[in-house]
């Protein structure tokens, strides 16, 4: 997969609910071009006893966000972790909803704990905060960190379009999924600022500590008269330095580097020395894919490290 | 100066353009309170023999950016770098238009150079690149590089000043120098872009092959004009996929995310796979101390590392 991106990488193995590929020389690209259960070499049933084999040395655990268990993602990460597995991850809900336990096993084992692909997409924050900014203090965090609520919102604000309009060309676009709940009452952004918040800034926080509300009530005049004043209505997730997590509508300034609109997020890390650092960025889809090779480079030159 | 702030670093002098101030044992808080050409362990004189002594481990250089010499910096950038002191500095010039040469020498005798502070303040646009983004591509940049320019561009569109009024309110305010040439020809930027276009995106270019051209020639009308169609006149400074270098007054939507005003910088890295990031910030003051600490926690990583 990443071969040529990640050198000293290789492709061993690739899992489905169904069953598996698993070659430790490595697989082709061909064989992984096509449907993997569709190769002659799928084995069918559960890809789980490779983790407890130590199979690979790096497990990409890209299984989907379920709420409230976080599994399959949650055992996965865990096993992998346990048998001394580093782990890079884009799943949301192991990360945001159980930091403290799996940052604990991480420590103990040694194994590294990698999630930069959970958050803001191609916006690389959980490294930009461990790697670039040492040295000084994060006070506070906030942001729009949900695309297809702030590209509903943008609809609102420049079409004028009511928010079922909106939502209903999102969803024939494909922006939308055909159950939006979770972006548009604002827990898909709650889960989010979780994982900023307790891998960031200390604090082991759970969602019932977010005050959460959505963008489903904002209605077409709220956002006509922000416009009017030269104020955007953005969905924003914030940490404060009081450690109080809310998300919800929230009227953000049109020159506030927060006020991006479309698909974008944008997130705003508050400093003590450098003051606001802010990052604009797209939030979903192929850019993740970047976060996910960066955090692989990590654990690669840590391996490498290790043994040298 | 930095114990707190970075762990296992130790300040041992400071130094002058009249003198220094050296012990081997570290110098405490109270001595550098002050002025330090007041304190009694003051030494007259040239302090360059304690860098062909290695009497320090890591050199911060902070002397003035002077061109075209781009002395004293360049000096004792080469000379501790052939010491095996590792260096990070604040200094644009002798990165600009010495990059090849510094970053060969740092390659050859196995020493750091770290320059995160000379470009964007505390923006960490080169650590950015070099952690946060690996196994991407950098096809393109382009930003705001220069905040005084920014804050009189942006004093012109929000209060129809002309350029002259503008630029003497920078100066009465002390945000633009008695002699602000540098800010307002282009130049300050020309030389941030050189190091951002030869350090990330592996060019070899000089200050000649930038095309530059300043905002003294901007008028309130064009301002007004660019306004009137919800866009704002800035002075940007990019790097496009050809490897092509220009600075000058740009046309800029007012929902770019670039589209920032007042003192703030603003730089778009446009990658192959993350599409468009930009990151946005303070540029220059008190922000530049938080670049430096980092790159320190970069060295003092680096060197207990090697002594494992």
Redesign the interface.
Known sequence: M?EG??PGARLVGVARSSGYLYREEGLTRDEIAGEVRDSAAFVRGSSTSLIRERAFDVLVELTPTNLPSAEPGLSNIRSALENGIDVVTANKAPIALHYAELAELSRSTGSLLLF?ATVG????LI??RR??????DLLSIKGILNGTTNYILSRMQFEGLTFELALREAQNLGIAERDPSLDVNGYDTALKLLILANSLMGLNKGLSDVKVVGISKVTQEAVAAAKESNMSVKLIGSVDGEGRLSVGPRLVK??D?LC??GM?N?VTFR?S??????????GAG??T???L??D???VVEHRL?ARA
């Open positions: 990443t991106r990640v930069d997409g191609g916006i690389p490294t930009l790697l670039c900014t040492r040295g000084d049109a020159n580097p991006v609109h974008l944008a400093f020395i450098a003051g606001d650092l802010t990052l604009i960025g797209h192929e850019p894919i970047a976060a090779l960066n692989l480079h990590q490290r």
